[in-house]
């Protein structure tokens, strides 16, 4: 059973930075691309970034490329989320995923094990 458990939210100002982490556990970590989606309050849950099991390969989303880094450390199973420049828009619940495969994707299908979530809440 793999199980993911998120740390590292809060709150922030605009303009701040925070760094997510996202401990796995219950299989070969190295193996698998690892990702991020978030949620705000009456929205659908949206892709964020995403990394490859060798975490040669990343991809993200329009809207926070430039500003938000992706990361793994394979000897501490932990994947990372760098968010700088962070704005009121990006308030949200972020969740850790995994599923898999082994190339970075923006698909909720693709992903089935979740972690509980982090809160980030940046203050205008």
């Known amino acids: 059973q793999v199980h993911l458990v998120e740390s590292g939210g809060g709150l922030v100002q605009a303009g701040g930075s925070l760094r997510l982490s996202c401990a796995a556990s219950?299989?070969?970590?190295?193996?698998?691309?690892m990702g991020w989606f978030r949620q705000a309050p009456g929205k659908e849950r949206e892709f964020v970034a995403s990394?490859?099991?060798?975490?040669?390969?990343?991809l993200y989303a329009d809207s926070v490329k430039g500003r938000f880094t992706i990361s793994r450390d394979d000897a501490k199973n932990t994947v990372y989320l760098q968010m700088n420049s962070l704005k009121p828009e990006d308030t949200a619940n972020y969740y850790c995923?995994?599923?898999?495969?082994?190339?970075?994707?923006?698909?909720?299908?693709?992903?089935?094990?979740w972690g509980q979530g982090t809160q980030v809440t940046v203050s205008s």
């Open positions: 995923a995994t599923g898999r495969m082994v190339l970075p994707t923006p698909y909720r299908y693709n992903y089935n094990y």
């Open positions: 219950g299989r070969t970590f190295s193996r698998y691309a």
């Open positions: 990394i490859s099991g060798s975490g040669g390969s990343t």
